[in-house]
């Protein structure tokens, strides 16, 4: 199957969709920030200088799902219809585990909307925990299940 964002000459296009029928559709990813037991320690325990940590990271999560268009240069500006971002502290990572849904009824699907969900939520507990914590890793970023249109359902093994 070729890489659709290339034309025939090679070239990158945003895909045409115009054609595709609108349907629901439903996006989950999730992720995860590994950190010190101290690190860990300060933001279950809501010690963070900069304040909550997982509130201000689940509302800059929503904020970059609804902004994937403008940070993803062919993605399609989407009627965006939910988005959930849960954080959950894992002593056992230890660390925050991040998992966001994302739903549209249109023409294509909201993979990149919940991937960048994950992934500002990340960047979000990075930057605010980084003054004790540089070594943090983001990681683990992936789809978790794609519903809708016409390729169905795909779910992670």
Do not use: W
């Not at 349907?23 to 963070?48: L, P």
């Not at 999560?61 to 062919?74: E, F, H, Q, S, V």
């Not at 894992?90 to 919940?114: F, N, S, W």
Request: proline share 4%; glycine share 10%; aromatic share 2%.
């Amino acid at each position: 199957m070729p890489l659709t964002h290339f034309d025939s000459d090679g070239q990158a296009h945003m895909v045409d969709v115009s054609d595709k029928d609108t349907t629901n559709r439903v996006a989950v990813a999730a992720g995860h920030v590994k950190m010190a037991h101290q690190t860990f320690e300060i933001i279950s325990e809501g010690r963070a200088k900069k304040g909550d940590v997982l509130g201000v990271a689940r509302l800059a999560g929503i904020m970059g799902a609804k902004k994937t268009p403008d940070l993803i240069p062919l993605c399609h500006p989407l009627p965006v219809t939910k988005v959930s971002v849960d954080l959950t502290l894992d002593p056992d990572l230890p660390g925050v585990q991040i998992e966001a849904t994302v739903k549209t009824t249109g023409q294509t699907g909201v993979e990149m909307e919940a991937l960048t969900a994950v992934s500002t939520a990340a960047l979000t507990v990075y930057d605010m925990a980084k003054a004790v914590d540089k070594g943090m890793e983001i990681g683990g970023i992936h789809v978790l299940l794609k519903d809708g249109g016409k390729s169905g359902r795909y779910e992670a093994k």
